[in-house]
């Protein structure tokens, strides 16, 4: 295998599993999936550019050498029970790993924080394709150097909910049994009573 790789500024992208402040415990890296919108013009050089480090590292023939790139259909990356991650179909998907974190800013220069960077948020990103030979595992990877957040996006998964909406039957329920009860201890020779016990033993002092 040659040595070849290419730094090049990603056409605006969905960002999905941002694993960016803390390592990821899987593979003790930082990460992330940047999703595509296929008819983005800029998209056929940002592939050609993991290409070309590919044709250069493992000849023109690299596919027929089974070289795997970190881009494909999103249509293809599914969860343990076969369906399609929110957010990737209909997308280009690039994965992104590094051992180091990239750095990260918005549009007004601020550092991006856990609270500002979700999956859903719209960015752009500096990447380095490079090729690959572990343990004969070959392919071109795509490490991210910055990360630029263009603005905010729509969440993806269903995110957090509100809860009193969510289980407002149940509350009118616990509300209706709780107004029950109260007019129950008010009603007419209830307040106050006592259990009718045993009679008590005189203490000895």
């Known amino acids: ?15 999905s599993f941002p694993q960016i402040f803390e ?3 899987n593979f003790g890296g930082y990460s992330f999936v940047m999703l595509f919108d296929p008819e983005d013009p800029e998209l056929k050089a940002f592939i050609a550019a993991a290409v070309g480090v590919a044709e250069k590292a493992f000849g023109k023939e690299w596919k027929a050498k089974g070289i795997k790139l970190p881009i494909g259909r999103g249509e293809s990356r599914t969860n343990e029970a076969g369906q399609v991650y929110a957010g990737f179909e209909g997308k280009i998907y690039c ?8 750095n990260g800013i918005d549009v007004a220069g601020n550092p991006l924080t856990p ?11 500096r990447v380095v394709f490079f090729a690959y030979d ?9 490490a991210p150097t910055s990360l ?12 957090a909910t509100d809860p009193t909406k969510d289980f407002e039957d149940v509350l009118e329920s616990y509300k209706a049994k709780a107004l029950d009860s109260l ?9 106050g009573s006592e259990p009718a016990g045993p009679a008590e033993e005189p203490l000895p002092f």
């Not at 994965?95 to 990239?102: E, G």
């Not at 007019?183 to 307040?191: D, L, R, Y």
């Open 1 to 15: 295998m040659k040595k070849a790789n290419a730094a090049v500024i990603t056409p605006e992208f969905v960002i």
């Open 23 to 25: 390592p990821d415990p």
């Open 95 to 102: 994965n992104c790993r590094s051992k180091v974190a990239p």
């Open 115 to 125: 609270e500002n960077i979700y999956s859903g948020a719209i960015c752009k990103a």
């Open 134 to 142: 572990t343990r004969g595992n070959k392919g071109v990877g795509c």
């Open 148 to 159: 630029l957040k263009l603005r905010d996006g729509e969440p993806l998964g269903p995110g």
């Open 183 to 191: 007019e129950a201890s008010e009603a007419p020779g209830i307040q």
